[in-house]
């Protein structure tokens, strides 16, 4: 075995692919005498280049792979790697790591991939035997012998001849083998190429019809994003639109809530003359009936003065029955008459008494009818503003219909009637509490204190929302 540890390299190569020829073992003897040092001759030519793992071992004829080697010697390397010449090199085995057998045995060359490179004849390991003693015979025998030993000669000569001859052509069909195994070599690795880019090829033919499917999707959704947008912009325009015919009427209803704010101050000013006037007329009506409570307690006296003169009369009647002087009964007469003419002034002033009594009554009841229509106009003109409709634009011209529909503004306290759920209040009800009472059933807005009613909610959420669109 080696001295070293290392394992060399082997392979599993038949013989049939081993190149004999590229290293020639020279000076190999028939036997070697076992317990001594063997020193092998052998030649690299130019077909091989020699390499640090290239090693020489010793095989029992009849080996198949080089893993089968008894023991072996690391090849060292000549002084020029790549030389066009033959080169001569030689290694010695140790006598210890030799066969001790009389097997036939034979020295092999093995580069670093594990090829044989080239062998030896077989050679035995055993001592000299009678047959190798030399006889001495006559010369008659001699000349014999060296007649057949030149015919041998030649005949070896010859056979050299035939064995240089064989060796050429055998290097020229190693060559031609080798050449002919690179040629396999590249076809394989052409074909191997060609395995490749075929599966490469339909690997991208794949994905170049999923690319196309995706491309055809990504250009359907590409259309529909594109219609998609068409119609949003559609839409906004149509939107635009809208609110800018929304914005005008706006502007339009803002407009008249400023001219029904001025008419609800003007309405305001004349509630206050009116109810100036009001006052007056109340105090005028309190003087009238002072003066019809007067007028009263004076027909009351020309009553008991009418009963006082009938009862006059009727004494002076009796009077004159009783007394029968004429003096007496002129005087009677004349008092009599007297009390006709003062019954008759009284009579006129009571006739007078009653007419103005009569007119007092007249006006009485023109300033309470003036006095009822002054509270119902007060009245109508505050319910009329508080439930006065704002012109709405068709439900077409306004984004999210009209937002001021139903818009209801209670400025008043005179108002005595809910004109939302129509409850009906007390006139001594308190201002707060009839205003917290109409406030229950509005909604008001955040931004412009603008008030709904609740029953109009979405029309509520539609203003908050325009507001949003500011």
């Excluded at 030519?45 to 004829?61: A, E, L, M």
Aim: charge should be negative; glycine fraction near 2%; proline fraction near 3%.
């Amino acid at each position: 075995m080696d001295e070293t540890s290392d394992e060399p390299p082997t392979s599993a190569v038949l013989l049939d692919n081993c190149h004999f020829s590229q290293v020639v073992f020279n000076n190999v003897e028939k036997f070697y005498v076992p317990g001594g040092d063997v020193t092998c001759y052998y030649t690299l030519t130019q077909h091989i280049v020699p390499r640090s793992k290239d090693w020489v071992g010793i095989f029992r004829v009849g080996w198949k792979t080089t893993r089968e080697y008894y023991t072996f010697m690391w090849a060292p390397l000549p002084g020029a790697v790549h030389s066009d010449t033959a080169v001569q090199q030689q290694i010695q085995f140790k006598a210890y790591y030799l066969p001790k057998d009389d097997e036939y045995y034979q020295f092999c060359y093995i580069d670093q991939d594990g090829i044989v490179r080239g062998a030896s004849v077989p050679f035995q390991f055993r001592t000299e035997s009678e047959d190798d003693i030399l006889v001495v015979t006559t010369q008659g025998e001699v000349e014999e012998i060296e007649l057949q030993n030149k015919n041998l000669r030649k005949e070896n000569e010859e056979l050299k001849a035939s064995c240089a001859s064989l060796q050429k052509q055998n290097i020229d069909l190693q060559e031609e083998a080798s050449k002919t195994q690179e040629l396999q070599n590249s076809l394989e690795s052409l074909r191997s190429n060609t395995e490749k880019l075929e599966l490469e090829l339909n690997s991208l033919k794949k994905e170049n019809i999923h690319l196309k499917e995706l491309d055809d999707c990504r250009e359907a959704e590409l259309h529909q994003l594109k219609e998609q947008i068409q119609n949003v912009t559609s839409d906004k325009e149509r939107l635009e639109t809208r609110l800018k015919t929304a914005l005008d009427h706006m502007d339009r209803l803002q407009s008249q809530v400023l001219n029904y704010e001025k008419e609800v101050e003007n309405l305001s000013h004349m509630d206050h003359d009116k109810a100036e006037q009001l006052e007056s007329l109340k105090e005028e009506n309190r003087q009238l009936r002072l003066t019809r409570t007067q007028q009263k307690d004076e027909n009351k006296e020309l009553e008991h003065c009418m009963e006082y003169l009938k009862g006059t009369e009727a004494k002076l009647s009796l009077c004159l029955n009783h007394l029968p002087s004429q003096q007496q009964n002129h005087d009677l007469m004349k008092e009599l008459e007297e009390q006709k003419h003062l019954f008759q002034i009284l009579q006129a002033k009571k006739n007078e008494a009653d007419e103005e009594n009569q007119k007092l009554r007249e006006e009485n009841d023109r300033l309470l009818r003036h006095l009822s229509q002054a509270r119902e106009v007060s009245s109508f003109s505050v319910a009329s503003q508080a439930h006065a409709p704002i012109p709405a634009p068709g439900a077409g011209d306004l984004l999210f219909g009209n937002p001021y529909c139903g818009e209801t503004t209670w400025h008043s306290a005179s108002i005595r009637k809910c004109p939302i759920c129509d409850e009906v209040f007390p006139e001594d009800i308190e201002t707060s509490q009839y205003e917290a009472h109409v406030q229950c059933h509005l909604l008001e807005c955040p931004v412009c204190n603008e008030t709904f009613e609740k029953s109009n909610k979405q029309v509520f959420e539609d203003h908050i929302f325009c507001h949003s669109l500011e």
